[in-house]
């Protein structure tokens, strides 16, 4: 593609093309009670602090190139504890993801948490509850900014004109 338009854009123009009115897309996933309930339930467990703001910090992405090296994910991590005394919620795919294990291993015990292999409704839920997401062009730096919660994206390889993801707070 030649065009600096994100790449939904770009197909929804096509049914321009045809006559169809088309508008900016801005995916909205609505959580249902039970969805919101997990999620308050799963933080609670966990025994995340309720009197801290919550960040969650994303790492993985199913290409390694698009990875932000770990080590300066925990750099931020460190930095935003310090600063804000936040509490740090590392979520991944699975409890021996490298690129978690390695981020956790530089944070604060008493201050991050670790979500893995749990479905992407259970992921939203949780990140819903979230004041910051922070992550690689992945899937869930997607499901963040369309659950509403604040989304800053860390592209590598990839063109973010095309790929961001989108919303008013991504």
Known sequence: ?????????????????????????????????????????????????????????????????????????????????????????????????PNAQSLLSALPSHSSSHLHGQSLENVAAILSKVQLHVGNDSGLSHLAASVGTPTVTIFGPTAPWHWRPLGPRA
């Not at 093309?17 to 508008?23: N, S």
């Open 1 to 97: 593609w030649t065009s600096r338009e994100h790449v939904s854009i770009q197909m929804l123009e096509c049914l321009a093309a045809h006559g169809v009115k088309i508008v900016p897309p801005a995916p909205i996933i609505v959580l249902s009670d039970s969805d919101r309930e997990f999620g308050s339930r799963w933080l609670e467990q966990a025994r995340v602090p309720h009197d801290r703001q919550l960040v969650a910090l994303t790492p993985g992405s199913r290409f390694p190139n698009k990875c932000w090296p770990s080590g300066r994910y925990g750099a931020v991590g460190r930095a935003l504890v310090r600063a804000i005394g936040c509490h740090v919620l590392v979520i991944s795919e699975s409890e021996e993801d």
